[in-house]
């Protein structure tokens, strides 16, 4: 991202990092459900229990693929101080053979400190239409009217963030709230209306390595 010395332009979330503040020493594991654990848990991501994505869990100590209680993700810290909290998006750290109408539903977002969530919980989705849920319970997209074609999951995990927020400032307008967003879909997968497939268009031919460091520097 753009934020954080990227070549992907992110002017809104530039604008939201300006009013506050940017951690840019965050080790990450180049999996997305042992990062996301380490991130939400503050800790080792093998002490979090998610040394691989949760479908490779195995029996192993630190690879079962599932958080343990005794691990407080941050959600649950800011909550029992006051917080209202949320997740919207992505989360790939339920367990999968717990994916469903039945639960248990203590390691889904409900059960680990968040008010609210929506978004998916399997990795392998579709970015443009996945398996959304709203808390427990299994939704679709609502794509509003004159929207057809030109409304992605991303506009629809905003507009949910946006109400979510708005209700609860309705209520308690002095309260505090804290809420994750983990988008699914890539710049790819915007509408090319919006016209941002063109603007990366190229932008990453000098391949891996060298991109690598222009971006460290940028940073």
């Not at 992605?152 to 949910?160: F, G, I, P, R, V």
Request: aromatic share 10%; with cysteine; proline share 5%.
């Amino acid at each position: 991202m753009g934020t954080f010395g990227g070549q992907v332009a992110t002017p809104s979330l530039d604008r939201v990092a300006s009013m506050g503040l940017r951690y840019t020493r965050f080790h990450t594991t180049a999996l997305c459900s042992p990062t996301r654990a380490a991130l939400l848990t503050g800790r080792n991501h093998h002490s979090a229990g998610s040394g691989v994505v949760t479908e490779m869990g195995t029996g192993y100590p630190g690879y079962s693929g599932q958080i343990p209680a005794s691990t407080a993700m941050i959600s649950e810290v800011l909550r029992q101080n006051g917080y209202s909290t949320a997740w919207f998006g992505k989360n790939h750290n339920v367990p999968d053979w717990e994916i469903t109408v039945s639960g248990p539903f203590d390691r889904w977002p409900g059960g680990q400190g968040f008010d609210h969530f929506y978004g998916f919980v399997g990795g392998e989705a579709n970015q443009w239409g996945p398996a959304l849920y709203r808390d427990h319970q299994r939704v679709e997209m609502q794509i509003p009217k004159g929207r057809e074609g030109n409304y992605t999951l991303n506009d629809s995990l905003a507009d949910e963030a946006i109400k979510y927020i708005y209700q609860q400032k309705s209520i308690t307008p002095t309260g505090r709230s804290s809420s994750i967003s983990q988008t699914g879909a890539t710049p790819r997968a915007a509408p090319r209306a919006q016209g941002v497939d063109g603007q990366i268009q190229g932008q990453f031919d000098q391949g891996w390595d060298k991109y690598r460091e222009e971006t460290y520097r940028a940073s």
